[in-house]
């Protein structure tokens, strides 16, 4: 496998080689200019670019451990290459960027903590564009929250905001929703509503930023203006990373690709909590479908549309007096699979997903305890699932009822696959 890497980075750098031989012939009588970004100077390296793009298509080309070993090599060798830490901001956002590409790569493969590692070091690279430094700061706030460290989350979030104030930027949108987010999974509406204050004045309210801001508006019930945000960013999210734009760079669980499914997502979510099932179902099947194409069949994300979708049905059933619980018991099943949730007897408690996790027992256990025969295993499943649940701003019954007005709206955010 080794020797394959080695042979498709030496393939990266001549095509690499090959693509900046022509950009020079066509502009001979110019000279060979890098790419800049218009406030923090000169940005990453084209070529680290080009071998960061080729790195990131291969190894999802098979979406093997094989092709993202390979990838991830390539992208080493491209590390290796890169100038001296000490070389200025044209070096540094060169190496900060090849680390970025390399979180995400170890974030896809579930390598949450060697992802942290590679941002980690990017926050460390001083002289780096600002870009740069929030792009690695904002992942870290969401892997952080996907894994339920929340304070660490808020201390960085803190620290992007001083970052941003200390240079005295005109927009700091970026890090407001970032921290409105945090406040948010904390059941801080009234602290997220300040962040969130002003944010659709805001040019730079796009991608991540309007997403969490819609997610905030769906939370509080303005159902309207978070469909707006939802439907803006399906219709105008890059559909892949722009590695050559410092200040656009997002990575790991807050790439475009993941800001599109979870807006997908959401949508489907928000036209169910509208009574629009059709619309609903709709929706939630194709964000099913992108789910399963971009991190595969069996990928935990999988599991947790699986739970919305039983979520949907079972609200549906309730408003229509009707019953759907062979349909919700199918879906809570398969879902608890891919989420990977343990047994209930198990005393593990560090638990991957666990609002999702709770919240499809917590599901699947109704659908249990109607049934006589199976209410002593509803019983039980319960009990696991209300111990389970963390979440500060509604209880797991709440959760479950949405079918009265005045009860609070349970956001699912994909992207960090928490309940807000």
């Known amino acids: 496998m080794i020797h394959a890497a080695a ?56 979406k093997s451990d094989e092709s993202y070993a390979q990838g991830m090599l390539i992208l080493e060798q491209c590390l290796s290459t890169q100038s001296s830490e000490s070389d200025g901001q ?34 460390d690279l001083t002289q780096s564009s600002l870009g740069v430094r929030v792009a690695a ?27 941003l104030d200390k240079d005295d930027l005109k927009s700091i949108a970026r890090a407001k929703a970032v921290k409105g987010l945090v406040e948010l999974v904390n059941g801080n509406l009234e602290s997220a509503t300040s962040f969130f204050q002003g944010l659709q004045d805001n040019e730079d309210c796009n991608g991540t930023v309007a997403l969490s801001y819609g997610e905030f508006l769906h939370a509080t019930q303005n159902f309207s203006l978070a ?24 990575v790991c669980n807050m790439a475009p690709d993941e800001v599109l499914l979870a807006a997908t997502f959401a949508l489907g979510q928000l036209e169910s909590h509208m009574g629009n099932f059709g619309a609903a179902e709709e929706i939630l099947t ?14 935990p994300k999988v599991g947790l549309v699986l ?45 991957d997903r666990r609002d999702i996790s709770a919240l499809a027992r917590g ?41 009265e007005p005045s009860n609070k709206v349970p956001v699912i955010d994909a992207r960090i696959s928490r309940v807000l």
């Open 7 to 62: 042979k498709l980075s030496r393939s990266a750098i001549a095509v690499c080689r090959n693509s900046r031989m022509g950009h020079i012939s066509r502009t001979s009588s110019q000279p060979l200019r890098f790419l800049h970004d218009g406030i923090n100077g000169p940005s990453a390296n084209p070529v680290a670019v080009q071998m960061i793009n080729y790195a990131l298509s291969h190894a999802r080309s098979q």
């Open 90 to 123: 044209f070096a540094q956002n060169s190496i900060g960027t090849v680390l970025l590409a390399m979180s995400t790569l170890l974030y896809e493969r579930g390598s949450f903590e060697e992802a942290i590692e590679k941002l980690r070091r990017v926050q």
């Open 137 to 163: 700061t904002e992942a870290l706030v969401g892997l952080y929250l996907q894994q339920g460290q929340d304070d660490t989350s808020s201390v960085l979030a803190d620290k992007c905001l001083e970052l």
């Open 227 to 250: 469909k707006e945000l939802y439907q803006k960013i399906i219709e105008g999210v890059l559909r892949k990373e722009d590695f050559s734009d410092t200040n656009s760079l997002a």
């Open 286 to 299: 194709k964000a099913l479908t992108k789910t399963e194409e971009y991190f595969g069949s069996h990928h």
């Open 307 to 351: 739970t919305c979708i039983a979520l949907m049905f079972r609200t549906k059933a309730r408003q229509e007096h009707s019953s759907a619980h062979l349909i919700q018991e199918g879906l809570y099943r398969r879902a608890l699979e891919f989420l990977k949730a343990p047994p209930l007897e198990s005393k593990e408690t560090k638990l």
């Open 363 to 403: 599901g699947y256990a109704e659908v249990l305890c109607v049934q006589q025969n199976r209410k002593t295993e509803g019983e039980k499943m319960k009990t696991w699932a209300e111990a389970a649940w963390r979440n500060r701003r509604m209880s797991l019954a709440d959760a479950l009822d949405i079918s």
